[in-house]
């Protein structure tokens, strides 16, 4: 029985006990809604940079692009020129759906042995909470960009718009005093998350591979969605003092209002916790695709010849030369050789 989970749940926790209790009961909201916050964006920034230029410095001395189709070879055969693309083109289309439609996790299967014979199936739940959570993530991300902008950018607007357009006040007008606007994102990002962890522990063999690391940032993207939702919802939040502390912070002239429960330090806490993460994490498949030689490489090996930059001259020693240095001995040993 894999209770990695449990590693992490305990450790979100205690993360959550930590900025509660510190901020309600000690009063260090300067640590974490000041340091703790600058220091994880300045640890986002730097170790994403670090990932990423090791992985630029990386050699790539061959052609090893990942294919599903036909090559480009004799003009008579028809070439798959996105699965296996031969120009940069091709790889510009196949990387675009690779990242906004995640193609290649479409075209996912599952094995299973059913009745002694071997069956595959389409994983489309996975595909698709999987491009349900990365969507609503980025829609949530940038709709929270308004805190930091003043006055809030017309693509921030629109998007705050469309996520906000099955609000309550629109499906019931009656039902619109008291109550706040409902974000499609924010829900969906938490039964997407929701999903991606039950998959974990209900498939034996994803339950089987899973660390404690891949259930950590499940959680605690839990932790954000849960906490968010609180705070929309369920209790009293000061917008205005809460936009005065992130202009504060984005202008670098941080600011601690009254008024900001410590609700909303545990939501902040999680998002620099989350950050400081994301670079060492498996998270960094953000960074990490647009760098993959196994995605990003054309398959023209049959068009262009590809010289390895490894190969530095180095001295050999030919056979010519080795018999000629050995002849006696081995025809002594009974080996034979070109020359007699």
Not at 72 to 82: H, T
Not at 173 to 179: A, D, H
Not at 230 to 258: C, N, Q, S, W
Request: glycine share 6%; with cysteine; hydrophobic share 50%.
């Amino acid at each position: 029985m894999n209770v990695n989970y449990i590693f992490s749940l305990i450790a979100v926790v205690v993360l959550f006990l930590l900025s509660y209790v510190g901020v309600e009961a000690m009063g260090l909201q300067v640590i974490f809604g000041v340091i703790i916050p600058y220091a994880a964006f300045i640890v986002f920034i730097v170790g994403f940079l670090y990932r990423v230029m090791g992985w630029s410095r990386s050699a790539v001395p061959f052609r090893i692009p990942t294919t599903c189709g036909q090559q480009k070879s004799l003009p008579w055969i028809k070439q798959n020129k996105i699965d296996n693309p031969s120009s940069t083109g091709g790889v510009i289309i196949r990387m675009a759906l690779e990242i906004l439609a995640f193609r290649s996790l479409f075209r996912n299967t599952r094995m299973e042995l059913n009745d002694q014979k071997l069956t595959y199936k389409w994983e489309i739940w996975l595909w698709v909470f999987a491009l349900a959570f990365h969507y609503s993530f980025l829609v949530v991300l940038v709709r929270h960009m308004r805190f930091f902008f003043e006055p809030v950018p017309l693509v921030i607007k629109i998007i705050e718009l469309l996520d906000g357009f099955f609000r309550i006040e629109f499906l019931s007008p009656v039902l619109k005093v008291g109550l706040p606007g409902i974000y499609i994102s924010g829900l969906v990002l938490l039964a997407s998350v929701t999903f991606l962890f039950l998959r974990r522990i209900v498939n034996p063999q994803v339950r089987y591979i899973s660390l404690a690391a891949d259930y950590f940032p499940l959680f605690l993207i839990m932790g954000i969605a849960i906490t968010g939702i609180m705070m929309r919802y369920f209790t009293k939040l000061d917008i205005v003092a809460v936009k005065e502390l992130t202009m504060g912070l984005a202008t670098l002239h941080p600011t601690l209002p009254e008024g900001i429960g410590a609700l909303f330090y545990v939501h902040l806490f999680f998002v620099s916790v989350l950050f400081a993460y994301f670079p060492f994490s498996k998270l960094m498949h953000l960074g990490g695709i647009f760098l993959s030689p196994t995605r990003n490489l054309a398959n023209n090996n049959r068009a262009v010849r590809h010289v390895n930059p490894w190969n530095y001259p180095v001295p050999v020693h030919t056979y010519e030369e080795y018999e000629e240095e050995f002849r006696e001995k081995m025809i002594e040993a009974g080996l034979p050789v070109e020359k007699e």
